[in-house]
Nanobody, 121 residues
Framework: QVHLVESGGGLVQAGGSLRLSCVASGTIFSVTSMSWYRQAPGKEREFVASDVSGIVIRYADSVEGRFTISRDNAKNTVYLQMDNMQPDDTAVYYC???????????????WGQGTQVTVSL
């Protein structure tokens, strides 16, 4: 069993910063990628940023230059540093990971429970 737990959400004023964390725990053989998605009220869940094995890093156009994704592989943790935040960044942020639990099992996709981020004017 694998669990993803996010933390670091909260309320911030426009122009401010927050840092989200997501820790993967449980039976983990290898972590292929860790990513962040978000879902604003009334909208579909959307991609924010991803880190594939620390080699390929991608960002959504809307956050490029403001958000930074990073990983601590030893701790199975991914971070999202969010700077110059704007009201449009208000959403529930979800951690996503592609993890191979054991050498004999296939890679599976896991989601965290989400953490609320609210940006006020």
């Amino acid at each position: 069993q694998v669990h993803l737990v996010e933390s670091g959400g909260g309320l911030v004023q426009a122009g401010g910063s927050l840092r989200l964390s997501c820790v993967a725990s449980g039976t983990i053989f290898s972590v292929t990628s860790m990513s962040w998605y978000r879902q604003a009220p009334g909208k579909e869940r959307e991609f924010v940023a991803s880190d594939v094995s620390g080699i390929v890093i991608r960002y959504a156009d809307s956050v490029e230059g403001r958000f930074t994704i990073s990983r601590d592989n030893a701790k199975n943790t991914v971070y999202l540093q969010m700077d110059n935040m704007q009201p449009d960044d208000t959403a529930v942020y979800y951690c996503n990971a592609l993890i191979q639990p054991t050498p004999t099992l296939a890679v599976r996709q896991y989601w965290g429970q989400g953490t609320q981020v609210t940006v006020s004017l």
